[in-house]
């Protein structure tokens, strides 16, 4: 008889961390991630103010 299970079978997924089994390097890793987070919207905010780069400041040389 010939079987039908093909390949590789998938790993088991490991289970999920509670909130409570957070050690302190997940809680360093996720206050990082929202201070970087913050500055980046901070950077975003502050860029969407000005035009775009370039305009505005053109030279123009007339012939004589």
């Known amino acids: ?7 590789k079978k998938k790993p088991l997924k490991a289970p999920k961390k509670d909130v409570q089994e957070m050690d302190e390097e997940d809680l360093a890793r996720k206050q990082k991630m929202r201070e970087d987070a913050k500055l980046l919207k901070e950077a975003q905010a502050k860029a969407a103010g000005k035009g775009p780069i370039g305009v505005g400041n053109k030279k123009i040389t007339v012939k004589k």
């Open 1 to 7: 008889m010939s079987s039908k299970q093909g390949g």
